[in-house]
């Protein structure tokens, strides 16, 4: 038995939507296993904007770092568009001041999804990989950043930086994660015209040295783009900088058929799952999806992103296999009995909504 403090910030559009879902399969766990979960709620993102005139207030930061894990949805949309500091600023800032620098993002096809993705069922099928993204390093914080005119018209730049110790720990948390997979590391970098990345590869072959258990390939942004959808489940464990990351986890989700179903975890450690039980870490968890605000209150938001990321902070945080388990099996367990949410329907297909996708997972995690 356990007590857990989880900070709830659902964010905006469909974001409170999802959350609501994740704390009933949260609560069946707690019923089940003997668990107490405390909730508290706070604003981000464009809520709080509207509320104080920021996306992220420090009391809501220092909230954060008090409690065991935070439970994120989504934040931003077009209401703040022209906002001074944009909704999106509210994560970044979650994992900068909580020092989240591994973000993880599984990409597996269920059996039976194969006919929802969009690409070919022969490509897709057996896809079963992990993305690690550098999350507080790299494009998205580096300085110089800013923006100026001069006599040749409007001008801007962006710092790639990153140091040794940075890209080690990333590196290292990718290793790790595949010696208890199928022992296969793809680092992916632009070494061919970066800096950054001929660094980034340096590192990755001095690390290799202590895991020769573990394969390592390396792979060029622009390629690894390219086999992502040629070619998915050849991949493992993947491991690249901040903004690859962010671009290549996004284009790997589409595989799943939809953006909603993948979880996500940011941790300030390295994750150890073995014979002992998990080592527990600080982690945010999010879905990877956006806000999607022309479907908020439809009932036809698709829970199981956010869902499936508490299972991520059960497993991470709480040290909870067997009731992370609990809940990634009863979602397999729906969608084999053909349960869809209407982003993953047919067009020929009935769709559920939330709150039935998410009763139908709480009845599972009961019966398991």
Partial sequence: M?????????????????????TQVLDSVAAKFGHSFHYENDLVGGSAIDAYG??????????????????FGSVGGPKWDDAEIRPEAAIIGLRKSLGLFANIRPVRVAPGMED??????????????IIIRELTGGLYYGK???????????????????????VDRI???????????????????KANVLQVGRMWREIAN??????????????????????????????????TSNMFGDILSDEAAILTASLGMLPSA???GLPSIGSSGTRKVRGLYEPIHGTAPDIAGSGKAN??????????????????????????????????????????????????TTSEMTAAIVAGVKSI
């Fill in 116 to 129: 929802a993705s969009p690409v070919k069922n022969d490509r897709v099928r057996n896809t079963d990989m």
């Fill in 303 to 352: 829970p199981i992103g956010e869902i499936v990321s508490a299972a991520f902070m059960l497993r991470y945080s709480f040290g909870m296999e067997l009731e992370a388990k609990a809940i990634e099996q009863s979602v397999e367990g729906v969608l084999a009995e053909g349960l869809r949410t209407a982003d993953i329907a047919g067009s020929n297909e009935s769709w559920v």
């Fill in 266 to 268: 940011s941790l300030a």
């Fill in 54 to 71: 920021v996306p992220l207030l420090e009391s809501t930061i220092n909230t954060a770092k008090k409690s065991d894990a935070v439970l």
């Fill in 206 to 239: 001095e690390i290799a040295l202590d895991y020769p258990d573990v394969e390592l390939e390396h792979q060029l942004a622009d390629s690894c783009a390219m086999l992502l959808v040629t070619k998915p489940s050849d991949f493992d464990v993947l491991v």
């Fill in 2 to 22: 356990g007590e857990f403090n989880i900070l709830l910030l659902p964010g905006d559009g469909i974001g409170p939507e999802v959350t609501e879902s994740a």
């Fill in 144 to 166: 110089p950043k800013r923006r100026w005119t001069n006599k040749a018209g409007r001008m801007a730049v962006d710092s790639m930086v990153y140091s040794e110790r940075e």
């Fill in 171 to 189: 590196i290292r948390v990718a290793f790790e994660l595949a010696r208890g997979r199928k022992k296969k590391v793809t680092s992916v970098d």
